[in-house]
């Protein structure tokens, strides 16, 4: 059973920066498929970015250029720099982990095993 618990949510301003991190624990990390998704009330989560256990990455078309996603094996934790937020980016930010075999780029939420219980990044225009 992994656990994932997800750090660095804030309010910020439009136009600023933030950095979230996710850590694994109770799995082998180094061969986990990791993403990102985020959920306002009343939507379905949706898909940020992804990395594979290879360290290919995947992005969504209205993050890419700005967002980056990284893993650090080493620390079991996998990040989201995220630059040039805006307040339409306000959500509960999540962070999950599949351990099956890949098939594409998992965009969906029911690709996923394991969830943490989200972070809260607020943008205020």
């Known amino acids: 059973q992994v656990q994932l618990v997800e750090s660095g949510g804030g309010a910020v301003q439009a136009g600023d920066s933030l950095r979230l991190s996710c850590v694994a624990s109770?799995?082998?990390?180094?061969?986990?498929?990791m993403a990102w998704f985020r959920q306002t009330p009343g939507k379905e989560r949706e898909f940020v970015a992804f990395?594979?256990?290879?360290?290919?990455?995947n992005y969504a078309d209205s993050v890419k250029g700005r967002f980056t996603i990284s893993r650090d094996n080493a620390k079991n934790t996998v990040y989201l720099q995220m630059n040039s937020l805006n307040a339409e980016e306000t959500a509960v930010y999540y962070c999950?982990?599949?351990?099956?075999?890949?098939?594409?780029?998992?965009?969906?939420?029911?690709?996923?095993?394991?969830w943490g219980q989200g972070t809260q990044v607020t943008v205020s225009s």
């Open positions: 999950g982990a599949r351990s099956r075999a890949l098939i594409g780029v998992p965009r969906e939420v029911k690709e996923y095993d394991y």
């Open positions: 990395i594979s256990w290879s360290r290919s990455t």
């Open positions: 109770g799995g082998t990390f180094s061969r986990l498929n």
